[in-house]
């Protein structure tokens, strides 16, 4: 099966500027925006529209994960733990769609043009990174499991990311 | 302090019922305005506004713009991973965080301590990450290189802001 990249719609340095001018704070007023770039309010509304629409550009509120299990109970938040699976040959949808029923997972990609997935996790406790790893283990169709618990985070940019979903 | 207005809280604690509410709505829609989000709460829009600068000033939430990196005139991303031995692998780790195309990086627990996201223009600027790693940095025993194909969830609700 050849790898096909999924089309998205052409971007310009427009769509760039308005991204960056809304990374760190997505509720800018686009009149200000649209003064700063030099373009109509109505312009920059129908940038991020578009945008949006693509899957190309999310506005969504983040907490904190120092912090984030004051506001949900305790699991939420916390930590982050990232699954790595390689799946058994032709078993790799079905892997997939085991690791989208698992709502701790907010981020899943595969890589390598498959068949290994990788999954991002966020946890309230570390015996639920137990729990959840033996929910994983026991899906049928891995033939791999390696699990990487987040102990720094150097860097973390939430404003560049591969967010565009098939 | 005998100032109670509902949007002054003790330090140090977290979210109270009000906030969760308007982070609830803020997940459906990141620019809603206070005075919608009022209404739809039954509070007041300066209440609603206020909250959010203060969960905001108090680094508790960021209502953020997420781009997909072909916004940004990149072409792939791929997750590389380097096994270090005879040096600290935080000191590998800040060297990576200092370069633009390397959009995060982590120290796991895992057989490879350093994991980053790195964003490339092009597969000769992979390859020559790649060789960088492997040849330039002091310290990189192995790198394992897994080039992101497809986005199948990306659900950003919770991150490390104070970083």
Redesign the interface.
């Known amino acids: 099966m050849a790898f096909e990249p999924p089309e998205f719609p052409a971007t310009d340095q427009l769509d760039r500027d308005i991204a960056r001018m809304l990374a760190d704070d997505a509720r800018l007023s686009f009149r200000k925006i649209a003064a700063d770039l030099d373009v109509t309010e109505g312009t920059v509304r129908g940038r991020v529209k578009r945008l949006q629409n693509a899957g190309l550009l999310k506005l969504v509120p983040i907490l904190d994960i120092d912090r984030a299990h004051e506001s949900a109970g305790e699991d939420h938040g916390q930590h982050m733990l990232f699954i790595t699976v390689k799946c058994a040959s032709g078993k790799l949808d079905q892997v997939r769609r085991g690791l989208l029923a698992l709502p701790q997972v907010s981020a899943l990609y595969d890589a390598n043009a498959a068949p290994r997935l990788v999954a991002v996790c966020i946890l309230g406790t570390l015996r639920e990174a137990a729990d959840l790893t033996d929910k994983v283990i026991a899906l049928d169709g891995i033939r791999e499991v390696e699990t990487e618990l987040v102990l720094q985070t150097v860097k973390y940019n939430a404003a560049i990311a591969p967010i565009a979903t098939v | 302090m005998s100032d109670d207005k509902p949007q002054r809280r003790p330090r140090g ?3 109270d019922d009000i ?2 509410r308007i ?1 609830e709505v ?2 459906r ?3 809603a305005q206070s005075t919608t989000i009022g209404e739809e709460l039954g509070l007041s829009g300066n209440l609603v506004a206020n909250r ?1 600068r203060a969960m905001d000033a108090g ?16 072409r792939m ?1 791929a ?1 590389i991973r380097l096994m270090i031995s005879g040096r600290p692998p ?1 000191d590998v ?2 060297e ?2 200092a370069r633009e195309d ?11 301590p350093v ?3 790195y ?1 490339f223009r092009n597969a000769r600027e992979m390859i020559e990450a790649v060789r960088q790693a492997t040849a330039d940095l002091a310290g990189v025993e192995d790198v394992d290189v ?18």
């Open positions: 604690s977290g979210f906030d969760r982070i803020l997940g829609d990141g620019r959010i680094g508790l939430m960021r209502v953020v713009a997420v781009s997909d990196f072909r916004i940004h005139g990149y991303v997750r935080i780790a800040r990576l965080a390397v959009l995060s990086v982590h120290i796991t627990s895992g057989r490879y994991s980053c996201l964003a897994e080039l992101i194909n497809n986005v199948y969830r990306y659900v950003p609700a919770v991150g490390p802001l104070g970083v």
